[in-house]
């Protein structure tokens, strides 16, 4: 029988609530699709943060290599800065382990109302986001801190190779789709040196896709629209910045956030894929348990496709489909219910 290996980092807040939920869900569809898996479970937080310095150990990414994927829940916790915490975990594996392409997909489903006027089916395109540059850098400085006149400086990197292949996979992936049509997110007209070269970079990537439709917008309109026409959209690529900020819009406009998975992905399988909500760590509902688990349980979805277990990964989706379709009653508070991540997990497992 087959066997995945996978690295599972719940991290922190809500992250330690809907992982083993996600988990629950790959056991129980292994057992029907027969293959199994050995989880290996990390500790990595704010928590050990607080407890050692560091949110993971120094060894921490050589540890995840031999895994065939990482299962993450959320980072970040009050008491440990932003940035300490996201620099600390998240990023240095999503660079160590050249995951350069953040794929995040973005659904309306039927039962969901959303705050916008679509219909279930109508709201169905994919972020495309750079994962390893861009606007996430650490060059830059601080002058004469704490004074009138202190100045910060902070600097992207576009690199043309990073910029190529991101965009050449939202081309690739598009073309793959029943609509082939990429969407750019810029701001060619503010950021003076970087988006101009993004927007080189993507008019020379569409001449070499004749049969993807390309257009391009600024990212303030381009965000106006994902409100007023969401449902005109296939795939949208954007910077890291860019790309993470419309990814929470996306599903905002579907919703909620919490139904909302990623995938982390390294194109060549050199180095193993992380899946993850995109969600955070939600401290104002941590330890509640009303979390909203399907973020998790689709990530696992994702998980399961990239390890080549389409049906498995498509019997996940239908479940959840068909539960968010049912009562709402078992939906948790952010979709309008009463249900609690347990009791969401557990219709969704009864319904595999
Ligand atoms: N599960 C996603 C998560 O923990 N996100 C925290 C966060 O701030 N992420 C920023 C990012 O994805 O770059």
Redesign the pocket.
């Given at each position: 029988m087959q066997q995945f290996t996978i690295a599972v980092i719940p991290?922190?807040g809500i992250?330690n609530e809907v992982v083993p939920e996600g988990l629950r869900v790959l056991e129980r569809i292994g057992s029907i699709f027969g293959f199994t898996f050995r989880f290996q479970h990390f500790d990595w937080s704010c928590e050990l943060y607080k407890n050692s310095g560091r949110m993971m150990p120094e060894d921490g990414i050589a540890r995840l290599r031999d895994h065939d994927a990482i299962f993450?829940?959320?980072?970040?916790f009050p008491g440990v800065p932003?940035h300490i915490?996201?620099w600390g975990l998240?990023?240095p594996i999503?660079r160590e382990l050249d995951q350069y392409v953040?794929l995040r997909p973005v659904r309306l489903f039927p039962g969901v109302v959303a705050p916008v006027r679509a219909e279930a089916g109508e709201i169905d395109f994919w972020v495309v986001?750079e994962?390893s540059e861009g606007e996430?850098s650490q060059i830059g400085g601080r002058l004469f801190a704490g004074t009138a006149d202190e100045v910060v400086v902070q600097e992207s990197v576009f690199t043309r190779r990073g910029t190529d292949r991101i965009l050449r996979y939202a081309f690739e992936f598009a073309g793959r789709l029943e609509r082939k049509h990429v969407t750019s997110a810029t701001k060619s007209n503010g950021l003076f040196y970087s988006m101009p070269f993004w927007d080189e970079r993507f008019a020379a990537m569409a001449a070499e896709y004749p049969d993807v439709q390309a257009d391009q917008y600024h990212i303030d309109i381009l965000a106006a629209r994902f409100v007023m026409s969401p449902q005109r959209f296939s795939v949208v690529v954007g910077s890291?910045l860019f790309g993470?900020i419309l990814s929470d819009l996306g599903p905002g406009v579907t919703g909620t956030i919490g139904i909302a998975p990623?995938g982390n992905i390294n194109p060549e399988r050199v180095y193993p894929s992380m899946f993850?909500?995109?969600?955070?760590?939600a401290p104002d509902i941590a330890g509640k348990g009303i979390a909203n688990p399907i973020?998790q349980i689709w990530s696992a979805a994702m998980m399961l496709e990239h390890l080549g277990q389409a049906e498995a990964a498509a019997a996940i989706m239908s479940a959840i489909e068909r539960v968010v379709a049912g009562d709402r009653n078992l939906l948790t508070p952010d979709m309008g219910g009463k249900g609690t991540t347990r009791s969401l997990a557990d219709a969704i497992v009864n319904a595999l």
């Open positions: 991290g922190d992250g993450f829940g959320a980072v970040g932003d915490s996201l998240l990023i999503r953040n986001r994962n996430y890291n993470d990623s993850e909500p995109v969600h955070g760590s973020g």
